[in-house]
T-cell receptor, first 112, second 113 residues
Framework: GEEVAQTPKHLVRGEGQKAKLYCAPIKGHSYVFWYQQVLKNEFKFLISFQNENVFDETGMPKERFSAKCLPNSPCSLEIQATKLEDSAVYFC??????????FGSGTQLSVL | KQEVTQIPAALSVPEGENLVLNCSFTDSAIYNLQWFRQDPGKGLTSLLLIQSSQREQTSGRLNASLDKSSGRSTLYIAASQPGDSATYLCAVERSQGAQKLVFGQGTRLTINP
């Protein structure tokens, strides 16, 4: 597709529940990124992939967050045992190489 | 640690005016700088990307400049229109490693008809 597709648009979880977010990058793009937007305009890098390989995961809280990009499947970001502070908008982005990033419209995660 | 600052945080101008948004960064070792636009409830749209070796990029009414040595970039919007109302963010990619962007806090722009 010609746009980054993220699902679901909204996700509500009770504290301690699992949350799983999905991202279909633009076809042909090699790089996939996950960013977290907490409060307005504070973007935090989480993880990047080159094809199905983790490229940089220095932003991931590894004890509860995990991510995958498997061939022929949407990429996913999973949060085990969600906490209140995980409430944020999670954006996925893709790029062809080290060029412009194309962002999806985000998944709003609310942890109650 | 790279820090990106955008001034002003909010700007409101009448339609038709030319305006400048500012972005500064603390570490001049960058690979590129991008300007994005974010509409409420939406993702980011990349407007302009300036490689570290470039001084400016233009797209339509938008012009972005980069002065790496002083750690500054500006986004110039000519003949502003109400449809330009959005939050504008700049982000820098460090020179090494993956395409890991460090974002500024954004400037919320309102163009009044």
């Amino acid at each position: 597709g010609e746009e980054v597709a993220q699902t679901p648009k909204h996700l509500v979880r009770g504290e301690g529940q699992k949350a799983k977010l999905y991202c279909a990058p633009i076809k042909g793009h090699s790089y996939v990124f996950w960013y977290q937007q907490v409060l307005k305009n504070e973007f935090k890098f989480l993880i990047s992939f080159q094809n199905e390989n983790v490229f940089d995961e220095t932003g991931m809280p590894k004890e509860r967050f995990s991510a995958k990009c498997l061939p022929n499947s949407p990429c996913s970001l999973e949060i085990q045992a969600t906490k209140l502070e995980d409430s944020a908008v999670y954006f996925c982005a893709s790029s062809l190489s080290r060029e412009k990033l194309f962002f999806g419209s985000g998944t709003q995660l609310s942890v109650l | 640690k790279q820090e990106v600052t955008q001034i002003p945080a909010a700007l409101s101008v009448p339609e038709g005016e030319n305006l400048v948004l500012n972005c500064s960064f603390t570490d001049s070792a960058i690979y590129n700088l991008q300007w994005f636009r974010q509409d409420p409830g939406k993702g980011l749209t990349s407007l302009l990307l300036i490689q570290s070796s470039q001084r400016e990029q233009t797209s339509g009414r938008l012009n972005a400049s980069l002065d790496k040595s002083s750690g500054r970039s500006t986004l110039y919007i000519a003949a502003s229109q109400p449809g330009d109302s959005a939050t504008y963010l700049c982000a820098v990619e460090r020179s090494q490693g993956a395409q890991k962007l460090v974002f500024g806090q954004g400037t919320r722009l309102t163009i009044n008809p």
